[in-house]
């Protein structure tokens, strides 16, 4: 133990872990899963399931992984008959009183009951005709259903509530075989990180309302991304279906958000579908804007910033790509340039059981990424300055009030009918957040990507690749 | 015994010496009967050497596990840098037993006196006695002792304070004890961490018995070498032992012999046997969660702890259950396994759903609609029950289950191929 | 939190003073949790929602943490009981000594009917429940907070009568 750290043996493997490692998360360096159901990396040991039974060298009963810590030397068979055995009978103690409902449980797919049970479970029940315990299900708040018949009692959802969330509204009541998650009719499931019991939730026990009966499992197309919500750059992941994102889940990143994300965020996924988009370039010919390719609408703009000098004004949004934010401004480098955008506001959401963890109150995720290439929060200012500029551009702000005696130029995503930017000179269809590959920067200044979970509508394309192909072809140099 | 029938010749009488002496109870009677002298003693002697004389004696808990007092005593730290907590358990809810009661409504500051040498041996600032919520007549007694004992200021620093359970079995488990003192559920904490070095309110923490508690004042002041002698055969196992002797004797009660007395003798010569015409056919010796004893292996049977074990079963709390041959036994153990289901917390699956299970099949075979699978399927359920879970209900429900098909399979199979039917309550 | 305007508080007056004293015996309020809820249960007769909140809010916990706590513990009701508590142990000790019949007895005489159920006259809720711990003396019952050993089928209308 030379090097602080424990060596011990799980199923044959050797693995070396420091001092206070559990046994379950030591298995994983072995490459092992110890199947298991109530333990979560991030919430506190409940031990109480009792899947994760395994033997242990010199000790008499088995030991649950989850609780146990590594000493020097230990040797672990998690696939020794006794643990299997073991296992299987917690399968079928848990199938006792569990409804045959993967047919139409959302969980299908992805359900770590139907997966220990496919994995080692018994082909057949002996319960036999003796009734399934019955309750109605229950709705327990904005977004969350109740279905009792299917709960585990792996209290995962009342740990959460109670030491990650702060706020204990989900209880067990009763006792025995009558137990179920209970909740004061008093209370609602209303915190703001409360969807996460939903992820928590081993089995289609807790539900989200929103992603009900939506899709299947094993239609979802997981794409990595970070969430849009707010500036603390929570990592998630898009489900996609069809080419239409369906839900919003966590992704584990120990730094930022190990493994949650508030219900914002998990809801902040419908505008990423919308269909109202821009599906072509436009260029204004004879007064009116008419649709065209994008060899013509680049030449329209080359035109404009050829023809142009003095200032130039970016109005851009704070969700925009790091590298699209970049490109704009180089492609107005030749120009006096002010950059500017806006972020809303609104009300910060601590996960309070987490450090530096919230919704925060930007509601925007690459604020930092714009202030750090140049861009400022003097928007009325910008907006003033854009009045007499030669040239405007204005990157994803479909309501941004503009007005200008110069080239107008818009490139976004949705323009709606009284929009001021409808008086551009060239519109640019650009991809959203869900249909690109790009950078943000979080609140504390860490740079993350995001990718490609459906393609974007028509003929829009990144930002980044618009901006860039355009700043390429004035020849202007990229910015270190 | 002493109470409700004068005290046997063949009675050692230590602890049941005032039972039924309502005197005895009264703060001035008890010191009339030389009580609080082995607390003074105590409170003057090193906290060390306290916990040294409990270990000589020999005594071991008696509430069930049977662990050497002293010894735990002694796991508590050894350098005092946090607040130190006593639990006396006067949760008594293992089915037979009904010992601690009669310890408490007739000798209350025994008790308490016992309490205070265990909180000064182990430096506990606090004490809580936890009484389960239906023992109103002990609490009120309890109370009154509590207060009259203050008024005479003979606890020193300790402060001893009664905490009312309200109804669950499983909060006689030590660590749901100290959950259901901290206002939770009575959830089993799994362990580690162990009580003496985080328990209540995550401090170091002794939890004892009350008759563990109550022998404490008469070892200190008789010695440990007398409570020591105080043995029949067996060395490990000292000191008397109030077994609580029910079901069908004619006359049940509190007996309170040496450790190895015979219980063959317990029960005909004390108890007087079954009623007239009936015969002993079975019994449990240590609450109903230890194995059940047939009529031959009762009557071979040394009450101490090794002695049981030898038997095939355990000491456990010295609830003696006896059942003549009028006994259903059958009946009986679906309603001990219903009993377990009741009282199961619910934290783990195997107990949660398993105690159900197997009073439904029990309940199944005694409706007249038993399979010929049921009784291995019961034993393989048992077997799935014991050894896997935080604390050991899921163990106690096997217990009558594994030893009652075992011994007494020939009353299940009546059940099986019809030739009997019960009538069920409920 | 909805507010019943016509709820009037437990915790008030002697009451809360008899609380403050409880709460002295602990380190923590949470840990005054069980007695306070028995208090509840004297005052109120019975442990409602809304009493659960005010416990709640009086010792700093949630409603449904509170909630999940009086259902844990089958003597704190919750819901009205009637005006004699019975509780009747029904386990081995005593099932082998005649504990069915009393409990039998004391239904049909009470007029309680059926286990758990109230009385039509309001007098009587009886309960079968486990083990009382007086196994020695079958079949031991509890009427409200009166414990009586020894009782049998026979002896059970003279307590109905006392205690009607």
Redesign the interface.
Known sequence: MSDGLINLTIDGAPVSVPPGTLVIEAAKQAGVLVPHYCYHPGLPVAGVCRMCLVEIEKAPKLQIACATTVTEGMVVKTQAPAAKDARQSVLEFLLINHPLDCPICDQAGECELQDFVFQEGQPGTRYGEFAKRFNPVEDFGPDVLYVPNRCILCTRCVRFMEDVAKEPVLNVSERGDRAFIGIHPEARLDHPWAGNVVDLCPVGSLLSKDFLHKARAWELDKTASVCTGCSQGCNITLDTRDEVVVRVRPRPNLDINRYFICDHGRMHYRWMNRGDRIEAPLVRKDGALHATDWDEAFARVLAILRGASGKAVALVSPGASSEALAAAKRLLSGFTWTGAFQVVMGEEAPLAGVPNLALRAERAPNAKGAEQLGYTRDYAQALAAAKSAAVVLVLDEPDCPVETDGALIYAGTVLGEDAACRRADVVLPIANVAEEEGTFTNRDGRDQRYYQAKPAPGMAQPAAWVLGQLAQAMGLAEVQ | MGY?HKSHPKETVVLSQYFGDADARTFKGWTKRGGYEALAQALKMDPVAVTDVVKESGLRGRGGAGFPTGLKWSFMPKEKKKPHYLCVNAD???????K??EIMRWTPHALLEGTAIAAHAIRAEVAYIYI??????PWTIMERALAEANAADVFGAIRI?L???????ICGEETALMN???????NPR?KPPFPAAAGL?GLPTTINNVETLAAVPHILKRGAAWYKGLCLSNPKSTGTKLF?????VQR???YEVTMGFPLKDLLYDMCGGPPPGRTLKACIPGG?SVPILTREETEACLLDYEGVVASGSMLGSG?V?V?DD??DMV??IM??AR?Y??????????C??????TT?IME?ILAGQG?P?DLD?LLDLSE?MT????CVLSDSCAAPIVSGIKKFRGEFEAYLAGKKQSVM?? | MTVQEDYQPVFSGKVLEELQTVLQRYPTKQAALLPTLWLAQREHGWISDRIMAEVAEVLGLTPAYVKGVVTFYTMYHQHPVGKNFVQVCTTSPCNICGAEDVLKALLAQSGAGDAGATSPDGKWTIMEVECLGACGFPTPILVNEDFLENVTAEKVPDIVRKYR
Request: glycine share 14%.
């Open positions: 409700p008594e809810s293992e089915p037979g037993t009904f601690d009661r389960r919520g239906e023992f109103t007549e304070h905490h009312r359970g309200a109804g669950a079995y259901s003192i901290e206002g939770k559920r009575g799994i309110f609580s002797v029910c079901g069908h049940p009660g509190n109903s609830g259950i059942f009028s006994a009946y009986q309603r001990l009993f289901a009741h009282e199961s917390c619910a934290q783990c699956t195997q949660r759903e398993g105690t159900a299970w439904k199944r399979k699978k399927l799935n050894g896997k879970t935080i309550v409920s």
